[in-house]
């Protein structure tokens, strides 16, 4: 009985402690994951400053075509993405860290592309 017992406990213990936050195969993987995201979150972004400056031009179909583009270079599905999305907001320690990534990249391009605007100031020769 006691022998039972001390194996029930064992079981649960190490079932209990696996890794909930390992990611399938089925899932697009944290790092793919981010660079998805990045790149649909840019074409969103693209699309929408497009459609603003050419009436004529549908911003959800915009949306939906460079969205699909941003899948095709990624080689994954809407699916894919949908499915994988999904999981990590049902995982949201690291759908955390996955956006976190991102702020820190879009901290740095803001941080490059003032650098690139701001003039070096010349030093004068002192007589």
């Known amino acids: 009985?006691?022998?039972?017992t001390f194996f029930f406990i064992l079981c649960?213990?190490?079932?209990?402690?696996?890794d909930?936050?390992?990611?399938?195969?089925?899932?697009?993987?944290?790092?793919?994951?981010?660079?998805?995201?990045?790149?649909?979150?840019?074409a969103?972004?693209?699309s929408l400053e497009v459609a603003h400056k050419d009436?004529?031009?549908?911003?959800?179909?915009?949306?939906?075509?460079?969205?699909?583009?941003?899948?095709?270079?990624?080689k994954i599905t809407a699916s894919d993405f949908g499915k994988s999305y999904n999981w990590y907001t049902n995982h949201p320690d690291l759908m955390r860290i996955i956006f976190d990534s991102l702020s820190v990249k879009k901290q740095k391009e803001n941080d490059l592309q003032l650098e690139k605007r701001a003039k070096p100031i010349k030093k004068v020769d002192s007589l």
């Open 20 to 42: 909930k936050n390992k990611v399938p195969p089925e899932i697009i993987g944290q790092s793919e994951m981010q660079s998805v995201l990045w790149d649909v979150i840019r």
């Open 1 to 4: 009985m006691m022998k039972n």
């Open 44 to 46: 969103q972004i693209l």
């Open 55 to 74: 009436s004529s031009i549908n911003e959800i179909a915009h949306t939906k075509a460079l969205t699909k583009r941003v899948f095709e270079i990624h």
């Open 12 to 18: 649960f213990v190490v079932f209990s402690c696996r």
